[in-house]
């Protein structure tokens, strides 16, 4: 705190006088000093007792004169005490009465008195606020002028006057208040949500912003504002919303953003809760964040139980009570009875939808393209595609790499199934001799024509030709390269006699064994199933089957069954974890329309008779074909030994008598194959390592 200069003077003051006042009467009683001293004090005396005569300011004026007064008695006390002691004493003490009074500083003002040495310090002055616009009474109600005083209070934010509240009906805090601008012609500027919750003494997240319309007898635009304020609202959104409301504040927010709420539909029998809602337009394609919305609908991202399907701007959220993918749905004859369309039911989607497969298409016979490793469930989705075929009326050969129980099972109700490459090369062989065989029959019209399923006449029935382990087959060292080559031709043309091929393995990638031309062939002519992939595997296949970066869905879980609580406890207790559930065989995507569809196929159980899903009758080559096939050397018993010349020629037993290696009787080929097949193609590093064995005979 700063001291007045007047103080600081006068103590100074005080301070100097004092020596002077106690030696000038012992130095020169009769000196100009002592003189000067005893005159001050005879008039500090003088007005004192004016002072005292007058009727205003008397107190004052004697502290005031009291110093000089009180100077002159101790000069005259001076001059009469014994020794400089004395004189000194009476100078302190009027020094230190002069210090601690300050007659002079204190005397100078009337009403205010500081605290001896206090000082307040200066103050910013605000500057000076805007006259409040004072607004005429305009008849408000009651509620309105209470509104009007809060908001005055708050210093009229944002410079607006409140022209109208309205309270809502059930909520004692919750109200609409109408602003304009306290200025004419001005548009309102600066209001913020922040201000006017200050306001009132509520949240700020409970307020909202609305612009005002132009409407009869009221001005609207800029200069106008609508303002709700939803105290009470929030407090019950919170605790007890809407489907809508909740939607908006725990969906669109975050997982779906900008999603609207449409509708919630909940099917008991099925155990699956359906939520709809769509994109506005402005708001584009819908953004997904799978975890996100699992989260707020309660469910784990790992259970598999909450799928999305989109359709454009619109939005089907499918909430399962158990994951879809994990329920076993039993093969029967009327799902995998192809329709007219030729379509069949292969599963269900996790939307509850059937999941389709097809025996022909506006194209021809109808290729097929399975895919899973091994235990995935590859063999029951291969199954149910030959009962549907069997179902349609198709003539059905099945060959696999290696033998097992369910297709021997199989080919109890199908016309032809074997197992090993020869085999496979075999029915390869005989399927393209066919194409050139059913080229030259003749239809009921007496014309040629391809073949398509909506034409009268036709005199074969469709050959479905099922490859399984295709890839394991494509790698043997003897036949792999002829099976290849003739796989790809008949993906090429068979479509055209009727002829579909179905190929199923553990991979599409080029760099496992299949041609380029082949894969292509396969994906447009079928709808591919692929099942049970890798995680790290999943992008990279479904780029190979041209699916867009976009669409590449996410990897299954491991496992959909939900993890047994109380690992805490057992942990506690030193108890093992229960054995993990391996319920994914089956479950995978169907490829359609070029965006995949999760889905879980259906059942067949090999350890029950199976007879009841395929038809009485087994259906057959006509006598033509086969007469065909015997004249080209192509129908027999595909399980026998290699026949002499079947491959090639044979090579003499003797060698010649100069010594020299045998010579080759001439190469015999098989009608119905293509001249000189590609045996020594290289389409993957294995087939690379095989034929440097080959010819270094490791």
Not at 346 to 372: E, K, S
Not at 451 to 460: F, H, V
Not at 565 to 576: D, F, H, L, S, V
């Amino acid at each position: 705190m700063s001291t007045p200069r007047s103080v600081v003077l006068e103590r100074i003051a005080y301070t100097l006088a004092a020596p002077v006042l106690a030696a000038a009467p012992n130095l020169d009683p009769t000196g100009a000093v002592n003189t000067v001293a005893l005159l001050a004090g005879a008039v500090g005396v003088g007005s004192s007792v004016l002072a005292v005569t007058s009727g205003e300011g008397t107190g004052r004026k004697l502290i005031r004169w009291s110093p000089v007064t009180l100077a002159a008695a101790v000069d005259v006390a001076a001059q009469f005490t014994p020794g400089w002691g004395w004189d000194a004493v009476l100078a302190a003490g009027w020094a230190a009465a002069g210090l601690f009074v300050l007659p002079f500083s204190r005397s100078a003002r009337r009403r205010f008195r500081p605290a001896l040495g206090y000082t307040p310090a200066p103050q910013l002055q605000p500057a000076p606020e805007p006259a409040a616009t004072v607004v005429p009474d305009d008849g408000a109600d009651h509620f309105t002028r209470e509104v009007r005083l809060l908001w005055e209070r708050a210093g009229m934010p944002g410079r607006t006057v409140v022209v109208k509240t309205v309270p809502h009906p059930g909520m004692e805090h919750d109200l609409t208040m109408l602003l304009r601008a306290s200025e004419p012609g001005r548009p309102i500027s600066g209001l913020s949500e922040a201000a006017v919750a200050a306001a009132f003494g509520i949240g700020e997240r409970d307020v909202t912003f609305a612009p005002v319309t132009q409407v009869s007898g009221r001005q609207g635009g800029p200069g106008w504002l609508e303002v709700h304020l939803t105290p009470d609202e929030a407090v019950r959104r919170r605790k007890a919303p809407t489907d809508q409301e909740w939607w908006a504040d725990a969906i669109g927010a975050d997982a779906i953003p900008g999603s609207v709420f449409v509708r919630k539909v909940r099917n008991s029998e099925r155990g699956v809760t359906y939520w709809t809602a769509h994109m506005p337009d402005s708001m584009g394609e819908p953004r997904m964040n799978l975890p996100a919305l699992c989260k707020a609908l309660g469910a784990s991202y790992e259970d598999g139980t909450v799928f999305v399907t989109l359709d454009g701007p619109d939005i089907l959220v499918s909430v399962w009570d158990t994951s879809p993918l994990a329920k076993v749905y039993p093969a029967t004859r009327e799902l995998l009875t192809p329709d007219a369309e030729g379509r069949w039911v292969t599963g269900y989607l996790t939307n509850g939808q059937p999941a389709r497969n097809r025996v022909f298409t506006d194209r021809g016979a109808a290729h097929g393209l399975y895919v899973a490793p091994s235990g995935g469930g590859k063999t029951q989705l291969m199954a149910l595609a030959v009962a549907a075929d069997a179902l349609y009326g198709a003539v059905v050969w099945l060959a696999t790499q290696a033998p097992d129980e369910k297709t021997r099972a199989l080919g109890e109700h199908i016309n032809r199934q074997g197992a090993g490459s020869l085999y496979m090369i075999r029915a390869l062989r005989a399927t393209l001799a066919l194409m050139e065989i059913r080229a030259e029959m003749v239809w009921a019209d007496g014309e040629l024509h391809d073949w398509s399923p909506d034409l009268q006449g036709c005199p074969y029935s469709p050959l479905s030709l099922y490859l399984d382990e295709f890839l394991s087959a494509a790698r043997d060292g003897e036949y792999g390269a002829d099976i290849m080559d003739l796989a790809e031709q008949v993906s090429v043309k068979g479509r055209k006699y009727a002829i579909g091929e179905k190929v199923a393995g553990q991979s599409i990638f080029v760099q496992d064994g299949f041609t380029q031309l082949l894969c292509e062939n396969l994906r447009e002519n079928c709808i591919p199933v692929v099942l049970k992939v890798a995680a790290k595997k999943v992008a990279g296949m479904f780029k190979d089957l041209g699916i867009a970066p976009d669409d590449i869905p996410d990897p299954l879980p491991r496992s959909f069954s939900k993890a047994e609580a109380g690992r805490i406890e057992r942990i506690m207790k030193g108890e093992p974890e229960p054995a993990a559930s391996s319920n994914t065989g089956g479950a995978g995507w169907i490829v359609e329309n070029k965006k995949p569809e999760t889905l879980r196929t259906l059942y067949m159980d090999f350890s029950k008779d199976i007879s009841h899903l395929f038809p009485d009758k087994i259906m057959e080559l006509t006598a033509h074909e086969i007469r065909e096939l015997q004249a080209r050397d192509l129908w027999f018993d595909w399980n026998e030994p290699p026949r002499p010349g079947e491959f090639g020629p044979e090579p003499d037993d003797d060698e010649d008598d100069d010594g020299d290696a045998p010579k080759s009787k001439g190469k015999r080929r098989s009608p119905g194959t293509k001249p000189g097949p590609r045996r020594d193609t290289v389409t993957s590093p294995r087939q690379a390592l095989e034929a440097i064995k080959n010819l270094t005979n490791a």
